[in-house]
């Protein structure tokens, strides 16, 4: 039998971390070098990229660029241009007790940092986290998602070629390796998917004390009062919603408006729908399929039995289902939660189908959001600066998000990341950076003036006092 110790998988980490050991991924000049690697892999390879995003998932060449490639791209260029600013070494204050003395924060990288992405963003999802973690100084270990094969393949063929030292290298695989994986001893893990496999990676990380970041999605809600904006409003709710086929972790999960709204929105989102996918999206080249057959499956269930205002057509062997809108009354129970008596409203969609909500007013949409988990964003149409306040300051979500959907993913100077059962930590940007780097005190206090003799006995009480006093 083979040893754990003697696996190929146990020997990819140990050579990442020997190659971390040797100092070789911390110089300035050596972060550069490898983000600027990994923007020539993307950049070179965009129309093999494009290919493989189509097989895995049906993504257009455009929504390919837009939500994958693009988007790492614009994050690798961000932190190249900050980065030699976010590594300096700060100033920091030393309390008048300890004077004279000085102190400041330096930057040095964690270790090997794990990056498991899911399969609905399979490159942007890897790739995003893995510019933090370079930044920082890091070696890092990949772990594409096995359900979008053709990604996989390609990162891990490219890999090797643009980091031949072994700073980043990738694992293939599915549960066993992910499994295995999760047993070696990292210095970060960052997970995107289900809370249900979150606590499994968060469970196997405090084996080790291994601090992790969980992108984690729920139900982002959706609340729409706008009516002088309404075909506008629609057509960003529309393009969030059933872009990559509504399998995005921060797409609008569900939507809150009046009773009396309902009508008017409901066909303002067949104009979006039509205008941007045409009369049949089954024939759009920019419209997406489900990943695979248990996803449809899972989806066609929740539809079953239900009348569509929009949509509602599947067809299994293309794993087609049109872009679906579904208009739910408000009922006694919980709305939204495990005890919702709607089984659209019982845990996230992850898919193209949007149930339109009934409630009285902003404020019980508000409640809502609060009778269960917080998500990983929240979206408000409004033109009342009254009713965004509301949502802001009496609501909790991983961010808020006035007028649009999905875009502040693409903000690079935001952090991005949940809260509560949505997700723990942040990336993206300077927040990547922190989140792969440890900042550590340097305090020096000179022999000179050596006002700790005040703190050290034999003590009189004029020495505490005057210690007292500064402190």
């Not at 569509?308 to 049109?322: P, S, T």
């Amino acid at each position: 039998m083979t040893t754990p110790t003697a696996s190929p998988l146990n020997k990819t980490v140990a050579e990442a971390r020997r190659l971390f050991d040797s100092g070789k991924t911390r110089p300035m000049e050596a972060r550069v070098g490898r983000l600027r690697a990994l923007r020539a892999m993307l950049a070179e390879h965009q129309p093999a990229f494009e290919a493989a995003l189509w097989n895995d998932l049906h993504k257009g060449p455009g929504e390919a660029q837009l939500t994958e490639i693009n988007v790492t791209l614009a994050e690798i260029s961000h932190t190249l241009r900050h980065l030699r600013r976010w590594a300096r070494p700060r100033r920091a204050p030393a309390p008048a007790a300890l004077w004279p003395a000085r102190a400041r924060l330096v930057s040095e990288p964690l270790g090997v940092v794990l990056v498991i992405a899911p399969w609905n963003y399979p490159v942007q999802l890897l790739l995003n986290p893995l510019v933090g973690a370079l930044a920082a100084g890091n070696a890092a270990v990949l772990k594409p998602s096995e359900l979008a094969p053709a990604t996989s393949a390609l990162i891990a063929r490219l890999v090797p070629r643009y980091f031949a030292d072994g700073a980043v290298r990738v694992v293939e695989g599915g549960i066993p390796e992910t499994t295995e994986l999760l047993a070696q001893q990292f210095d970060h893990i960052v997970f995107t998917g289900s809370g249900t496999v979150g606590r499994i990676v968060m469970r196997a990380a405090a084996e080790h004390l291994t601090p992790v970041t969980l992108e984690l999605g729920g139900k982002s809600p959706v609340w729409f009062d706008d009516d002088a904006q309404l075909h506008r409003a629609a057509r960003r709710l529309a393009w969030a919603k059933f872009t990559n086929a509504g399998q995005t972790c921060v797409a609008p999960d569900y939507v809150m408006t009046t009773p009396d709204r309902i009508p008017a929105l409901v066909d303002a989102l067949q104009d979006a729908i039509t205008d941007m996918w045409g009369i049949n999206p089954r024939t759009s080249g920019d419209y997406g399929r489900i990943v695979d057959e248990r996803q449809f499956d899972r989806l066609a269930a929740l539809l079953h039995g239900t009348e569509a205002a929009i949509g509602g057509q599947c067809d299994r062997a293309e794993r087609y289902i049109a872009p679906t809108v579904v208009t739910v009354p408000t009922l006694d129970r919980p709305a939204i939660g495990p005890e919702a008596a709607h089984p659209l409203l019982r845990e996230e969609i992850f898919g193209p189908i949007l149930p339109i909500l009934a409630v009285d007013s902003a404020e019980q949409a508000a409640q809502v959001i609060n009778g269960w988990d917080k998500p990983l964003a929240l979206y408000v149409f409004t033109s009342r600066a009254r009713t965004r306040r509301l949502f802001e300051q009496h609501t909790s979500s991983g961010a808020v998000v006035h007028d649009a959907g999905l875009i502040h993913v693409a903000a690079a100077g935001l952090p991005f990341g949940g809260v509560g059962a949505s997700g723990i930590g942040a990336y993206h940007g300077a927040y990547s950076w922190r989140a792969f780097s440890h900042l550590k005190p340097v305090l020096r206090k000179p022999h000179t003036m050596d006002t700790l003799r005040l703190a050290q006995p034999p003590f009189t009480r004029r020495g505490l006092r005057f210690v007292k006093r500064l402190m």
